[in-house]
């Protein structure tokens, strides 16, 4: 079973955990080619929401359509275990934990992954990928020698090593340096013009000016406002969460 899709839909979208309330009522919309940006507070929502586009967690209500495939509320449930292996297959996830295994090389572990994933050549698959991320003189060295910037852009190859549909990253510029900081977000750049869908949550907002085509504000798990291509981030920002608090 193949699935593709050009199109992400969250609509109207809820979380609880018991009696808490970690989101409620998102929704907003991300296109092939496209960076959309999730900005909020701690405790905003944000790491919960990629968990549910990542089929990590089920919505409590609402829908997530990944263009004809919908994921509706507890009910998806039989929907994800139909045709979630082959939606996963789709997706790509940068979250806090990097995924890689320290004491194998970076070539080891993109390898691995990619042959996890299915991949007919996984020594070439991880070749690749050691080249986009500028590492092929240090494929051979285990992970655990290297930097943070550089075990970064191993697990973003790790995240990409299956040419995923949509990509997810959760605070992926937390302990880069400028130079790292730069060589991703011009990789994210290089995944948007190849018809990616790209989903980041930060709170680096003067590393991200002028990267987002969208961007959702969210706060205490609710949508505050939508924005096409914001400008002066950081200020819009600030601008948005006080009349949350308002």
Do not use: C, K, W
Not at 34 to 57: D, E, H, K, Q
Not at 153 to 171: G, W
Not at 187 to 197: F, K, P, Q, S, V
Not at 220 to 241: F, I, K
Request: proline fraction near 3%.
């Amino acid at each position: 079973m193949t699935i593709d899709f050009e199109e992400l839909t969250v609509q109207n979208v809820s979380r609880h955990f018991g009696r808490r309330r970690a989101l409620a009522g998102i929704s907003f919309r991300a296109r092939a080619g496209g960076i959309l940006g999730l900005l909020g507070p701690n405790g905003a929502g944000t790491s919960t929401l990629l968990a549910l586009l990542a089929t990590l967690l089920q919505p409590s209500a609402g829908t997530i359509r990944y263009g004809n495939l919908a994921v509706v509320g507890d009910a998806a449930r039989s929907d994800v275990s139909n045709g979630g292996a082959a939606l996963r297959a789709r997706i790509g996830m940068l979250g806090h934990d990097l995924y890689l295994y320290p004491e194998l090389t970076a070539r080891e572990n993109l390898t691995f992954f990619a042959a996890l994933y299915g991949a007919r050549d996984a020594a070439g698959a991880a070749d690749g990928a050691l080249a986009r991320a500028r590492l092929s003189e240090r494929g051979d060295d285990p992970v655990s020698s290297f930097s943070r910037g550089m075990r970064q852009r191993v697990a973003l190859e790790r995240a990409l090593i299956h040419s995923p549909r949509l990509l997810l990253l959760d605070e992926p510029f937390t302990g880069l340096d400028e130079a790292s900081v730069g060589a991703l977000i011009a990789r994210l750049r290089e995944l948007r013009d190849t018809g990616a869908i790209v989903i980041l949550a930060t709170h680096d907002l003067d590393v991200v000016e002028g990267l987002f085509d969208d961007a959702v504000f969210i706060r205490d798990g609710r949508m505050m406002e939508t924005m096409a291509r914001p400008e002066a981030l950081r200020a819009t920002y600030r601008s948005v969460m006080a009349r949350g608090r308002a």
